[in-house]
């Protein structure tokens, strides 16, 4: 099976920071990654898929990037909307997709 | 508007049978799978595993198979997640999500809203 690990696993930044989270793979998953932002209290939200694409409607501030093993995605101007937990996914797997244990964004 | 509506909350009792649902809308039913996902109380998410409505093929995390069922009636455009006897551990929210491009660069877009399962005597 393939296992997803995010770092950090918190992190508290200020507004208009740039924040990079990174998550990687234990095998290569090519560019299957997406990544998800769950507010409190909500269903998680698809922001970027595909390793580097942004979902209609999101934001230009989140980017993601990466391939293989190693992913990134960054908010290039940390706003007081995002906060809430990040999680990654892989999807090379159609038998069992897997999420990453997800990064928590506070605003300092 | 592509949405999915999840059925409310359930509070049950351990060894009760329980069967939550997921209705989708504003897109072909058929077209995508379903997948289902468990969120425990303060945890992270985890993928319990998805349906194709065209045909109902399922396919279950190793971590769920046996302990629950996914199954669908795609003339109600509705799929369901149940359980035959639960436990105090299945106290969790479960969100199904529809998974967009199921065989290329699949992701999953929109969820629903989330069931509430509460377990306890």
């Known amino acids: 099976d393939i296992q997803m690990t995010q770092s950090p696993s918190s992190l508290s930044a200020s507004i208009g920071d740039r924040v990079t989270i990174t998550c990687r793979a234990s095998?290569?998953?090519?560019?299957?990654l997406n990544w998800y932002q769950q507010k409190p209290g909500n269903a998680p939200k698809l922001l970027v898929y595909?390793?580097?694409l942004l979902q209609t409607g999101v934001p230009s501030r989140f980017s993601g990037s990466g391939s293989g093993t190693d992913f990134t995605l960054i908010i290039s101007s940390l706003q007081p909307e995002d906060l809430g937990t990040y999680y990654c996914?892989?999807?090379?797997?159609?038998?069992?997709?897997?999420f990453g244990p997800g990064t928590k964004v506070d605003i300092k | 508007e592509v949405q999915l509506v999840q059925s409310g909350a359930e509070v049950k009792k351990p060894g009760e049978s329980l069967r939550i649902s997921c209705k989708g809308s504003?897109?072909?039913?058929?077209?995508?799978?379903i997948s289902w996902v468990r969120q425990m109380p303060g945890k992270g998410l985890e993928w319990m595993g998805r349906?194709?409505?065209?045909?109902?093929?399922?396919k279950y995390s190793p971590s769920f198979q046996g302990h629950v069922t996914i199954s669908v009636d795609k003339s109600i455009n509705t799929t369901y997640m149940q359980w035959s006897s639960l436990k105090a551990s299945d106290t969790a929210i479960y969100f199904c999500?529809?998974?967009?491009?199921?065989?290329?660069?699949?992701?999953?877009?929109?969820w629903g809203q989330g069931t509430l399962v509460t377990v306890s005597s």
């Open positions: 999500a529809r998974c967009v491009a199921p065989r290329d660069f699949t992701r999953f877009d929109p």
């Open positions: 504003g897109y072909i039913f058929t077209k995508h799978w």
């Open positions: 349906i194709d409505p065209s045909d109902s093929y399922t």
């Open positions: 095998q290569s998953i090519g560019g299957y």
């Open positions: 595909a390793a580097s």
């Open positions: 996914q892989q999807t090379y797997t159609s038998s069992l997709f897997t």
